[in-house]
């Protein structure tokens, strides 16, 4: 089962020949299942992360342990060191990250539950996006596939400034 998303994703990708990879924390995976469940994605989809811990984004992803102490998981800087570590790991052109608070706990008064953040490296540049998801669980995950997969078209349109 493909959605309108994964198909325009897959035309572009496959019309350009660029390679993508992801790293992703709060999906659990899902953008990457849902790049993967396209007939022919093997062409341009170069390898997914899933680092969910602290840990494994240090030592997967190489992001800095000060970012993740200042900053946290959930935020602008940790998300574009971890799109430039899966870049680099799987040596794709683009490279795109999620981490959020998918709830129903873990949430702060800063940070409430649903706080997610996308990050996208390129060659040409870095962006970030911001959302905060207001659905349980399942939805926010789900939310949080949709808008990556759209940011990553929005950046083959020449959407981001």
Not at 46 to 58: D, L, M, Q, R
Not at 105 to 133: C, D, M, N, Q
Request: one cysteine or more.
């Amino acid at each position: 089962m493909s959605t309108e998303l994964e198909n325009k994703l897959h035309g572009y990708l496959e019309k350009r020949g660029l390679k993508l990879s992801t790293a992703e924390s709060c999906t659990g995976g899902l953008v990457s299942h849902r790049i993967t469940n396209m007939a022919g994605s093997s062409a341009y989809f170069t390898g997914g992360v899933i680092a969910y811990s602290y840990e494994a984004k240090a030592a997967l992803l190489g992001v800095l342990w000060e970012t993740l102490n200042s900053h946290g998981a959930v935020s602008r800087e940790t998300v574009l060191e971890m799109a430039r570590g899966a870049r680099k790991l799987f040596d794709a052109d683009i490279a795109l990250s999620v981490s959020g608070i998918a709830g129903p706990a873990g949430g702060t008064p800063e940070k409430p539950v649903g706080t997610t953040w996308i990050g996208l490296s390129t060659s040409s540049g870095e962006w970030a996006r911001h959302f905060l998801w207001d659905g349980d669980r399942e939805q926010n995950k789900q939310y949080s596939s949709e808008a990556a997969l759209q940011f990553i078209i929005d950046y083959l349109e020449e959407k981001l400034s």
